[in-house]
């Protein structure tokens, strides 16, 4: 009997021991899983200061009419006839950008030695004559305003520029230069470009520039074979450049 009671009892603790073990179980918490972390996308920033180096060619359209001659003024005035001074340029930029959401706000500067020159024959002298323009020094002082996708810039651009210009005359058949000038004049320049970004601090790009220079009186000096005379040359350029430059600050920004 007492076997049989030790058995009944045994058996009893057996069955509140799984009761205990399940119902355990039962308020234990569902089983949590880990979400994934989120996908960062790189934003490329566009703001700060940056400075590189530019190449390309440019194309000035020179238009001479003779005002003057012998310091007489000429009315009506004639046309000595235009010419193309065209050749390559290589130079710098240095700029500052600022980003606001897509929009991309800057200020630059970029100077270019250039090698423009051209030439055609003068319509208003009786010995053939060749009139030639050289530009070796071209200048941009711009204000910027852009778009960007990401590190894809697109952006026109619009302030002064500045062209340091030789001028002469000189005789067909021989060469022999008779009359010379220079001047350093001030107009306008408009343009675009667009950049890709193809580090977090260095991006490269394409350019094309339209400068209006204006038409300044310019005077030739006497010289000992020929009189003093003025033309009115009016001059435009257009250039294309490659860029590459390097950005100071301004890291890649995180995007969840």
């Given amino acids: 009997m007492e076997v049989k009671h030790f058995a009944i009892v045994g058996a009893g603790l057996l069955s509140i021991a799984g009761f205990v073990g399940a119902a355990s179980g039962a308020d234990l918490p569902a089983r949590t899983y880990a979400k994934s972390p989120a996908v960062v996308a790189p934003v490329y920033d566009w703001s700060g200061f940056y400075i590189g180096l530019n190449g390309g060619g440019a194309s000035g359209r020179e238009c001479w009419t003779l005002t003057s001659n012998a310091g007489v003024a000429l009315a009506p005035t004639p046309s000595e006839g235009c010419h193309s001074a065209t050749g390559g340029l290589v130079g710098g930029q240095v700029g500052y950008r600022w980003q606001t959401a897509n929009w991309v706000f800057g200020v630059e ?18 010995i053939p004559a060749t009139n030639r323009t050289k530009i070796d020094g071209i200048g941009l002082f711009t204000g910027q305003v852009g778009y960007a996708w990401n590190n894809i810039l697109w952006y026109v651009k619009g302030g ?12 067909t058949a021989t060469g022999v230069v008779y009359n ?10 408009v343009g675009t470009g667009i950049e890709f970004g193809f580090a977090p601090n260095w991006f490269v790009g394409v350019e094309y520039d339209h400068l209006f220079m204006g038409n300044p009186n310019v005077t030739f000096p006497a010289s000992n074979i020929a009189v003093t005379r003025s033309d009115n ?24």
């Avoid at 002064?160 to 005789?171: G, H, I, L």
């Fill in 109 to 126: 500067a970029q100077g270019d030695w250039a090698n423009l020159t051209g030439s055609n024959a003068s319509l208003t002298v009786l």
């Fill in 160 to 171: 002064a520029a500045v062209t340091d210009n030789k001028y002469s005359t000189f005789f």
């Fill in 180 to 189: 010379q000038a220079s001047d350093t004049r001030w107009g306008a320049a």
């Fill in 233 to 256: 040359i009016r001059q435009d350029v257009d250039i294309g450049t490659v860029r590459v430059s390097y950005r100071f600050g301004g890291p890649v920004v995180a995007k969840y």
